[in-house]
């Protein structure tokens, strides 16, 4: 049974920079597209950041130039790390894993932007 266990939330005030790590249960965890999505109250979740299992790296446009998305096969772990963070990141933050076909999902982690 997969799973990803998110971590990093927390409060932050505009401006600042918060990292989110997602380790995962996964037997070859290389081989699996990684993302982090989230969903803020009252809307649907999306996408934030993507990292493919070759390496290949998208963004939300909100987010570009503020957020990066990392793994480390090693310790099958995803990262992303938030800088710059604006009131409208307020969202719990959900790791994804895929290999092409349905998606594995974590239980999230809130990050909360505010003075």
């Known amino acids: 049974q997969v799973q990803l266990v998110e971590s990093g939330g927390g409060l932050v005030q505009p401006g600042g920079s918060l990292r989110l790590s997602c380790a995962a249960s996964l037997s070859i965890f290389s081989l699996y597209n990684m993302g982090w999505y989230r969903q803020a109250p009252g809307r649907q979740r999306a996408l934030v950041a993507r990292?493919?299992?070759?390496?290949?790296?998208n963004y939300a446009d909100s987010v570009k130039g503020r957020f990066t998305i990392s793994r480390d096969n090693g310790k099958k772990t995803v990262y992303l790390q938030m800088s710059s963070l604006k009131l409208e990141d307020t969202a719990v933050y959900y790791c994804q894993a895929d290999r092409g076909g349905p998606s594995n999902w974590g239980q999230g982690t809130q990050v909360t932007v505010s003075s």
């Open positions: 990292i493919l299992a070759i390496g290949n790296t």
